[in-house]
């Protein structure tokens, strides 16, 4: 069965700390996505990353990156020179293409919960 | 700007009472979904609908309906048969087609609280 673990319920950094979240994943499918989500106080989801399966080249995106490897079922994410801006709950979720009752829909891990101390 | 909305963003409901939570999007996505967010949890699919007049129910549906009469539209009612409505609610929109491929964007959600 599709299944997403983060096994990291809490971090708590000082600004400018190098960190990473892990993201674990379980999947019948052959092709798939994922994703990593952000939701800072406020409530809303805000998106940041999609990967196929097909696709493991390693990302970055300014103070982000990705790091995706099929091998051991992972895509982690880590946060370079964190800021307290960059407090919040992080998900990490999975998609597939071909498998499920909820066929192509979003399965999510429980989230990470992020802090920055300044 | 183009976007997601949700009404209200707190919402009390009595015991045995039926709430309606709207959610309006601006994206022209053709998919839209309903999530349920339990405190220290990931999001539960509740209902998701790729067309008009068309939805299918997610993992947790009962006690939920939904209607799917405007493509921009996608209002969920949690009804008195919601033993646990207390939560918080978020809805997302894709641009749907393909099941799988594409990114879902989520609303700013509305907190309900059963009294």
């Known amino acids: 069965a599709q299944k997403v673990t983060q096994a990291q319920t809490e971090i708590s950094v000082v600004e400018k700390e190098d960190v990473t979240l892990d993201c674990v994943y379980e999947t019948r499918d052959t092709t798939y996505y994922l994703f990593w989500y952000k939701q800072p106080p406020s409530g809303e989801l805000v998106f940041l990353i999609r990967r196929n399966s097909f696709d493991e080249q390693n990302e970055i995106s300014g103070r982000y990156s990705w790091n995706f490897q099929k091998s051991t079922s992972s895509f982690n994410f880590t946060i370079t020179a964190s800021q307290v801006v960059d407090s919040a709950v992080y998900f990490c979720?999975?998609?597939?293409?071909?498998?499920?009752?909820?066929?192509?829909?979003?399965?999510f891990g429980k989230g990470t919960k992020l802090s920055v101390k300044p | 700007d183009g976007g997601i909305t949700q009404s209200p963003k707190y919402l009390f409901r009595k015991e045995g009472q039926n709430v309606t939570l709207s959610c309006e999007q601006n994206l022209n996505h053709d998919a839209m979904y309903w999530y349920r967010q339990d405190p220290g949890q990931g999001l539960r699919l509740i209902y998701y609908?790729?067309?008009?007049?068309?939805?299918q129910k997610g993992d947790i549906a009962e006690g939920y309906s939904v209607s799917r009469e405007k493509k921009e539209s996608f209002p969920l009612t949690v009804t008195s048969a919601q033993k646990n409505p207390t939560a918080f609610y978020l809805c997302?929109?894709?641009?749907?087609?393909?099941?799988?491929?594409?990114?879902?964007?989520f609303g700013p959600g509305t907190r309900l609280t059963v009294l």
């Open positions: 609908s790729q067309i008009v007049n068309d939805f």
């Open positions: 997302a929109s894709s641009i749907g087609g393909l099941a799988g491929t594409d990114t879902q964007y």
């Open positions: 979720a999975l998609s597939e293409r071909n498998y499920g009752g909820s066929q192509g829909n979003l399965i």
